[in-house]
T-cell receptor, first 113, second 113 residues
């Protein structure tokens, strides 16, 4: 597996609380992505980054923000968690040059009660 | 934006038989089509991919075909084995636009011994 870690791996939080998930890579890849996975929906892109301090929205970005201050770290923040944000969150990385494959981290299971 | 449809949602095959999963996409700008395998509780793992300048690609027992005109692509697994049991996802992206993957809803494959 590519050098990608996510923390925490599991988290239970209450509605209305802020939550930050961390993705850390050791591959020096330029692109980083956050996806959420829900039954019947496959994986859906939340936000992505194409470099330090360069981020953009994905398909389901409402209620989420991201930051990337270093090449190796990409943070996903839920400012005020809701039950609809209960999901498994995957980080992925990709290089700028071919072959462009995206490699996924181990995932974070988040439960909002 | 891109929309990817995947069929069937579940597939049960006898060990040794072939399995075929089909996907359609909507955005003619998409030029990269990966397939991921996800075992229960694990991260998605890239198993094969194809680019729009190629019509077919093979890797041992798995093959992918692409029909750009019809905007559909398929995964073929021959001589299925119990370890092929997993959820398979197709995806599509435009590599030059950040390689943001749009996933299909997934196919749960069960290989019966």
């Amino acid at each position: 597996d590519a050098g990608i870690t996510q923390s925490p791996r599991h988290k239970v939080t209450e509605t209305g609380t802020p939550v930050t998930l961390r993705c850390h890579q050791t591959e020096n890849h330029r692109y980083m992505y956050w996806y959420r996975q829900d039954p019947g929906h496959g994986l859906r892109l939340i936000h992505y980054s194409y470099g330090v301090k360069d981020t953009d929205k994905g398909e389901v970005s409402d209620g989420y923000s991201v930051s990337r201050s270093k090449t190796e770290d990409f943070l996903l923040t839920l400012e005020s968690a809701t039950s609809s944000q209960t999901s498994v969150y995957f980080c992925a990385i990709s290089d700028l040059a071919p072959p462009y494959e995206q490699y996924f981290g181990p995932g974070t299971r988040l439960t909002v009660t | 934006g891109e929309n990817v449809e995947q069929h069937p949602s579940t597939l049960s095959v006898q060990e040794g038989d072939s399995a075929v999963i089909k996907c359609t996409y909507s955005d003619s700008a998409s030029n990269y089509f990966p397939w991921y395998k996800q075992e229960l509780g694990k991260r998605p793992q890239l198993i094969i991919d194809i680019r729009s300048n190629v019509g077919e690609k093979k890797d041992q027992r798995i093959a992918v075909t692409l029909n750009k005109t019809a905007k559909h692509f398929s995964l073929h697994i021959t001589e299925t084995q119990p370890e092929d049991s997993a959820v398979y996802f197709c995806a599509a992206s435009e590599e030059a636009a950040g390689n943001k993957l749009t996933f299909g809803g997934g196919t749960r494959v069960l290989v019966k011994p």
